[in-house]
């Protein structure tokens, strides 16, 4: 069973930066895609940003240019580095993890974008 814990979440003001962390356990972490969403209230969950196991990267619209997805297999962990931040960007942000038919969540961690 994979287990994915997000952090890093929290209230920010415009402009500003947050760095989410996703930590994977139960799992080879290497083999995964693994994914960013994010879900606002009454609105549908979307995609912000994926990263494959090769390494490449896939971005929403909104986003690019100011967030960046990594990870790093030896700590099992995906990150979302968000920049300049905008009152849009508000919302649950969800890790993801992708393997053949398998798919995993993580409860999720609020941010905030708020003056």
């Known amino acids: 069973q994979v287990q994915l814990v997000e952090s890093g979440g929290g209230l920010v003001q415009p402009g500003g930066s947050l760095r989410l962390s996703c930590a994977a356990s139960?799992?080879?972490?290497?083999?995964?895609?693994m994914g960013w969403y994010r879900q606002a209230p009454g609105t549908q969950r979307e995609l912000v940003a994926r990263i494959f196991k090769t390494g490449t990267t896939d971005y929403a619209d909104s986003v690019k240019g100011r967030f960046t997805i990594s990870r790093d297999n030896a700590k099992n962990t995906v990150y979302l580095q968000m920049n300049n931040l905008k009152p849009e960007d508000t919302a649950v942000y969800l890790c993801n993890a992708i393997f053949l038919t398998k798919v995993y969540w993580g409860q999720g961690t609020q941010v905030t974008v708020s003056s």
């Open positions: 139960g799992t080879i972490f290497s083999i995964y895609d």
